[in-house]
């Protein structure tokens, strides 16, 4: 895909938080963009995953595959979310189980056949959009674990100037060699274990000559309303706790040592 | 090897793209320079160290503290252990081995680091979550609030051969069970290992004959038949040498062949 734009909105996974979605595209539509994109993890963790569909069309949001998306567009037996820890994969597959059960069989349709990366240029910026990295849609591209070369030598072999991500939950973003960027967008699904109930998505705006300027926007929702909602849903009170904490209670072993000691758990 | 000569291949590392550092051995620190030589890879990357836990000094883990929180990277500390208590532990590493290893998990916990405690599984699948229930409150007993664990499965090489069995001549990966599978989940398809005599292509095979490919990082990124029984393990559990921060699916049951 090829279309030319100065400001793009980029949100990460969704995870059925339709009520931070609701949320954002309002904020977003409000700022003015060119176009809106997400990055992919539409469904998981949270109640009610049909109901993010119809916002996505609504806002003309387009999307790209993420890991959560094609298991469950394929009915598979997992998430595929990366974890290797027991107790990580016990509550993924709790959320798993949860959202594959509750996704229409419209939904699962759309879901399959999402795009597994997009791209698009921005003055003379080419910017790369992919769920987890651009060779591994479950890669985990951690702040304290992605050397910088990493990404230079990566981002040269592709051809881009910007690329993308998300996967991980925790929004963060480096200048590399040449003007180049590496930008994790964060997720709109959950918080990002910092005491906060707030999520996160970005804005990227280009400025010529200068290299593309990176924002990232805190989004404040009814999360108690969303605590609710996942109760009455039978979904886990660890995730619960999350949603009203701003502390992440589960997937806590897949985080590097420098994300685990900034969390609570 | 020296710390120039690990400063050597750091930079050439740069030019490959390497995500992460490992540091394995032997124990790394009895080597005198492994202090400095965590430091300077901080510069780098993202670095993790693979120690028994019973050498550790004090004045050690405070350089190394301060060199972390100056560096954007994390520090991973990672303690091998052969089970999650002395009895099972010490016939394999030693006398007082594992209460000096826990000694090591709790002052690693005191200078802020968050130890992830490495086992080989000597004992029986189905008594894993019994087994690891009681290592955790031992590790929260000890002053560990927040323990990580990573449980590897048992390669039979070195004196494994002879405790359990070698691998026999039909424990290989076969171009069958490769079909459909998920080739990254192989450590040699996205690491290489250094050691002095050049570089390896994993830290399971280091001293196979036929592991070592060449001398630079940037000569060894060539294809490895898949031709050891510890490939088999490899593939049977996926990740084996990575940290979970690496991400890396472990196979489910219907693609492992145990």
Redesign the interface.
Known sequence: MSIAATRVALLGGIYSNYLALQVALRQIREAGVDAIYCLGDLGAFGPYPDRVFPLLQQYDVQSIQGNYDHSVGHAL??C???????R??HYAQKSYDYTLENTSSAGRTLLRGLPEEIQFEMGRHRVLLCH?SPT?V???L?????????L???LNELGVDCLCATHTGIKWSRHLNDDKCFVNVGVLGRPENDGQTCVWYAILSEHGERPLEIQFVPVAYDFQRLTREMASEGLPEEFQETIMTGWWTTC??????????RGR? | MSRAQVRTHLDE????????YYFTGGEPFLNPEMVPILIDSLE???ATVLTNGTVLKERWLEQLAAA?EAS?????FRISIDGFCAEQNDPIRGEGTFDRAMEGVALLNEF???PIVTAARSWRLEEEERV?DAFLDRLRAAGCQ?P???ILPMLRLGAEETRSSPYAASDRVTRTMLEGYDT?QFICEHSRIVSDRGVHVCPILLEMPDSLLGAKLGDADKSFALKHGACLTCYQH??ICS????????P?S?ESTE
């Not at chain 1, 951690?142 to 990493?150: A, F, I, K, Q, R």
């Not at chain 2, 940290?243 to 472990?250: H, M, V």
């Open positions: 037996d997992d595929r979310c990366g974890y290797t820890d027991p990580d994969n987890g591994k479950n890669e985990f951690w702040e304290s674990t992605t050397s910088t070369h990493y230079n030598v990566m806590l072993e897949s985080l590097p040592a420098k994300e685990r000691k758990f | 590392s740069v030019d490959v793209g390497v995500k992460e780098y990357g993202p972390e954007c990277y994390s520090l991973e802020g680091f968050l690891v927040r990580r664990l990573k990254s996926g990740a940290n979970p921060s690496a991400g890396y699916r472990a489910s219907s």
